[in-house]
């Protein structure tokens, strides 16, 4: 029965690794539903929410062509893929008071794809 058991979790191992690690091109998919706030690309620019290049490394509220919210600009975060994966999960939890309008990712996978995207701007 250890054996069987041992069995099972080895194969799952791969499986579960390769599902958090995050596919740019189904977030670029994701990042559909983002789109009608954020920009990405050469010509971005901020709209109802700021432009999202290189995101990933810089300080919150730190673009100047977007308006952002006090609790944004008090908040001191340096978007890491840690705290920028838990804005995605929860953006009221990590900033509260935020300005962003959305309740977050619960999908993991999600998450990691959206992030993996990101990464690439």
């Not at 709209?47 to 908040?75: C, F, H, W």
Request: positive net charge; contains cysteine.
């Amino acid at each position: 029965m250890k054996r069987f058991i041992l069995m099972i979790l080895l194969h799952a191992i791969p499986f579960t690794l390769a599902h958090a690690a995050g596919d740019p091109k189904r977030g670029e998919v994701l990042f559909q539903r983002c789109a009608s706030c954020h920009a990405v690309g050469p010509y971005a620019s901020a709209g109802y929410g700021p432009q999202l290049n290189r995101i990933v490394g810089r300080r919150s509220a730190s673009t100047t062509d977007y308006r952002y919210s006090e609790a944004m600009k008090k908040s001191g975060l340096v978007w890491n893929e840690k705290n920028l994966a838990a804005f995605l999960r929860a953006p009221h939890d990590v900033v509260p008071g935020t300005s962003m309008r959305f309740w977050g990712i619960k999908d993991e996978q999600q998450v990691a794809d959206l992030l993996s995207y990101l990464k690439t701007l």
